[in-house]
Structure formats: C-alpha cells, structure tokens
C-alpha cells in the first residue's frame, strides 16, 4: 500500500513479541506430557483463565479482523452481532453440551458420535471435518492475514504465508494443545489490548467522537437488521442460535477442545462464562474500526471510499492512516498473534481428529503413544500445506461471506443429528447415518430449487430450513428402525440433575459461582443490545 511504511521501533516490536510467543509455545512443548492425552487433550489441566482465553483467541482470526471490519464498514453495526449474539449459544453449550463431553470423558466429537450412536457416523464426522478445516476453515486465515501483511509491506504475499505457517507450526506440532492453550492466552492478551488501542486513538481523529459518527449516519449504528437484510438478518441470528452457531460453539472440535482441557466441569463452565465477558469487548477488537473508517472516507471525505467491492481493504487503511510508529507494531503484533492462534488451533485439531478417529481406528488400532503423537505431527504439517495452496481462492469470495457459507453448510447435518442425539432416546443409528448423508442433499437440492425459482435467501435461513427437514428426517427414519439399547444412550441423555454437579461436588463461595458471573455476563449483554438496538 503506497505511503505505508514500518519503522524500525515498529519491526523491533513485532519481531520480539512474535519470538516471544514462539518460545512460550516451545517452554509449553517442553514441559507437555509425552502422552496421547497429554500432547491432544493438555492431560485435562487447563485452568478455566486459559479455556476461555483459548476459546476466544481460536476464533478471532485474520478472517474476523479483516473480514469483519470490511462488513461493518460496508453494512454497519449489525455485523457485531456475529461476535456480540454469543450469549444464547454459550448458554446452550453450557446447559446441554460440557457437563455431557466431561461426564463421559470424551477427548472428540467423533468419540461422542461413535459411541452415541456408532462408527459411521464417527467416520463421516471425521472426514467431512478435515476436508472443512482444510478448505474452509484455515484458507480464510492464511489468506487474511498473508494479504494484509503483503499489502502494507509490499512483501511477497506468498513469503508472508510460509513466515506465518513455519513460525506456528514450530511450537504447535511440536506441543500439542499445551503449546497451543498457553501461547492462545497470550495472544488473546496481545490483540485485545493493541486492538482497543487502536480503535481509541482512530476514535481521536473524528471530530465529536463516537457520538458525531452516531449523529451523521443513525441508522449505521443498530444492532437490529430486518429479516430481509442480505449481511446480518436479525431473525437469521435467532434462527442459527440452535443451528450453525451452536453447532460452531459446542460441536466443532476445533472449539470444543478447550473445553476437553478443563480440569474439572467448574473450569470449563467458567471459562464459557469468561469467554463471553471478553467477547463484549471483542468487537471493539474486531469490526468497529470500520464504522470509524466508513466516517472518515465517506462521511469526512477524507479518503476515497472503499465501496462497492474494496472494502476488505478497511483494516490495512486504517492502520496506515491511524496508527502511529510503535502502534502500528504493537497492533500488527496483536494482528500475527490472532493469525497465530487460529492457525495453531485448526492444525492442532486437525492432528487430533486424524491421529485418535482415523489413524488408530483404520490403520494402527494398537499404535503406542510415541506413533499417534508423530501421526498427528505429520497430518498438522500436511494440512497447512495444503491450506496454503487453497488460500488464493478465498480472495475472489470474499473473506466474510466465504467463512459463514462454509461453515453454514458443513454444520447443518451435525447439528441436526446431535441435538436429537442428546435429546431423544429413541434417536437411531440407522437414522443419525441417513441424517448425516441426507442433509447434505436437502441441501444442495433446496439450492437447487431457490437457484431454479430465482429466490435468493440468506444463508442462515437456507441453513435453518435444511436443518428442519433434516431433523424430521432423523426422526421419521429413527422410529422405523432398530431402538438402541438403554446401556448405549443413558450417559448421553440430557438430564436436568446434570446442572446440580457442576461444582464438581466442591463448596465454593458465591463469588465464584458459575450461576452469578453467567447472570452478570447476560445482564451486560442485555444492556448492550437494549442501547443499540
């Protein structure tokens, strides 16, 4: 980008605080057991401070950086609610899912799937999910973050993404989750903190602040958006808090592994509940920058304006219109140690479902600790170089929109098929396999028939209709087939006496008690939404 340049305090800072995090995550590797527990679950040790950090840190990304400044300054304050509308699908994760995954000791989901239900299913999870983090899931960051780079340092973009892709995998093939749980924590403190620092000092350069952006575009500045909105429909978001959202917050093994980690129920309910303290704040982190930018390119016209189709340039413009020498190092830091973390955590979980649901169980059923660990070496390795190669393409989508579709359209059949897992007993093997398999055809037969009748629907609601059909399906195949015994579903039931343990039996003052930090986590956030409605 032309007139940006990084002084030399600016490379110092990146540069330390990049070396820093990778000698965290080397320390961590040192110290992780040598065990397959212990290199893909952290040995179950993790405190709920680093699960919620973790938590939060694997899904801010270059992806969410980038992409979701690019929308807001594009469609407004309606795109914080894909970081801010957290609360319904954490507390369904916190009600339904964690107690179920650490009551019966589940280290993945195609664990709870084989066991629940049978290896089919484990099976088509595995796969359907490694070719997802492969080609969805990690493209989208390696690009976001090796373009941005490219673009304000005229470095080769290719270069960036080997940097990014070496310097990560250092530590997280060689740790495992211990590595990646510990250097997530001091990512997370890294972007936080250079982003708030960022969007203050921009803030500074608009003339009346906050409120003169509020005043010279109010209808940029709600949360609400109608149900015909083509970025964020507000009855979209209902509607994917029991579909694609929570199948992201509590079914995909790149996000429930931090969960696995906790020590005990305690801490991972804890950490939930801190994950969404953090998540207010994280749109500030974000996708608010681009309000500040759309005001001062389009309001201010100080700058031509990036729409229609540039507007995922809005990060790399903000930095080189607002940030100072020293800031811009400590943002772009913040900006790698987002990169870093969702990198390492895809790769991370990429290891575990290949080394424990497809290596040992097609390949070495009696493979030792020292095999499975090298296998998932191998497959995270394997994978980020595959993702690189894939990461072009994002580019000519769109970073936003090619993440939500993809992640949309691999969510719904799971999500349909665990629910009524969790929920009814008389849920079948027979009918988890042909929901499994027939919601990816009501899915690309409802496509069809919306592309045919030239009716264009959001995403969200293609997604919420596919998974209606798809659990109706389940149902009706579940009733005429084989009934699983009581033995093989009883652990995976739903109980409502399930919420009475999670203290884990241990007598804790009130304030540390789950229930009162969740009621204040849910009163923020009920504020939030009634002042920007």
């Excluded at 940029?220 to 507000?234: I, K, M, N, T, V």
Aim: overall charge positive.
């Amino acid at each position: 980008m032309e007139n940006f340049s990084l002084s030399l305090l600016d490379l110092v800072i990146i540069g330390c605080i990049t070396l820093v995090v990778i000698i965290i995550g080397l320390m961590a590797a040192k110290r992780a057991d040598r065990t397959v527990t212990g290199y893909f679950l952290a040995s179950g040790k993790m405190p709920w401070y680093l699960v919620g950090a973790a938590f939060v840190a694997t899904t801010v990304s270059s992806e969410q950086i980038v992409g979701t400044m690019g929308a807001t300054y594009k469609d407004g304050m309606g795109i914080a609610n894909w970081t801010w509308w957290a609360l319904p699908t954490y507390l369904l994760t916190m009600i339904f899912f964690i107690p179920m995954y650490l009551r019966n000791k589940i280290m993945t989901v195609p664990e709870f799937l084989k066991r629940r239900f049978g290896s089919a299913c484990a099976s088509i999870y595995s796969v359907v999910m490694l070719t997802g983090y492969v080609f969805v899931f990690l493209p989208p960051v390696l690009y976001g973050g090796s373009i941005t780079v490219s673009e304000l340092t005229g470095w080769n973009q290719y270069y960036v993404m080997a940097g990014i892709v070496i310097a990560t995998g250092s530590y997280t093939l060689l740790g495992g989750l211990n590595s990646v749980m510990w250097t997530d924590a001091i990512q997370c403190i890294l972007f936080m903190v250079g982003g708030v620092l960022f969007f203050w000092l921009a803030l500074d350069h608009i003339p009346g602040g906050w409120n003169a952006m509020v005043e010279a575009a109010p209808e940029r500045f709600h949360l609400y958006h109608p149900p015909s909105d083509p970025e964020a429909p507000f009855l979209g978001l209902v509607v994917a808090s029991f579909g694609v959202f929570l199948f992201y917050q509590s079914s995909n093994q790149v996000m429930i592994q931090r969960i696995l980690s906790a020590k005990s129920t305690w801490d991972g309910m804890m950490g939930i509940v801190f994950a969404g303290f953090i998540g207010i704040v994280l749109p500030i982190v974000t996708c608010l920058m681009g309000l500040v930018m759309y005001h001062w390119l389009d309001v201010m016209h100080q700058g031509p304006s990036l729409l229609p189709n540039n507007y995922d340039k809005a990060f790399p413009l903000a930095l080189q219109t607002f940030a100072p020498s020293g800031v811009k190092g400590i943002v772009l830091a913040g900006f790698f140690a987002a990169v870093m973390s969702s990198v390492s955590a895809l790769s991370n979980s990429i290891s575990t479902i290949f080394s424990l649901d497809v290596y040992r169980n097609f390949f070495r059923k009696n493979a030792r600790d020292r095999e499975m660990i090298i296998s998932g070496q191998v497959s995270g390795g394997v994978a980020l170089i595959i993702a690189s190669i894939v990461a072009p393409f994002v580019g000519t989508v769109g970073l936003f929109k090619y993440f939500q579709m993809g992640v949309t359209y691999i969510a719904t059949p799971f999500i349909s098929v665990i629910i009524l897992g969790i929920l009814w007993k008389r849920t079948s093997y027979t009918g988890a396999v042909v929901g499994l398999l027939g919601g990816v055809a009501i899915q690309i037969i409802l496509a069809s028939v919306l592309n045919l009748l030239e009716i264009r629907l959001h995403w969200l609601y293609a997604g919420g209709i596919s998974q209606v059909l798809t659990m109706l399906l389940v149902i009706v195949v579940s009733l005429y087939t084989a009934q699983p015994t009581t033995d093989q579903v009883k652990s995976f039931i739903w109980n409502p006496s399930w919420l009475l343990t999670l203290n884990d039996g241990v007598q804790r003052p009130w304030w540390k008690q789950i229930k009162v930090w969740a009621a204040l986590y849910a009163l923020t956030w009920c504020f939030i939404y009634w002042l920007f409605w």
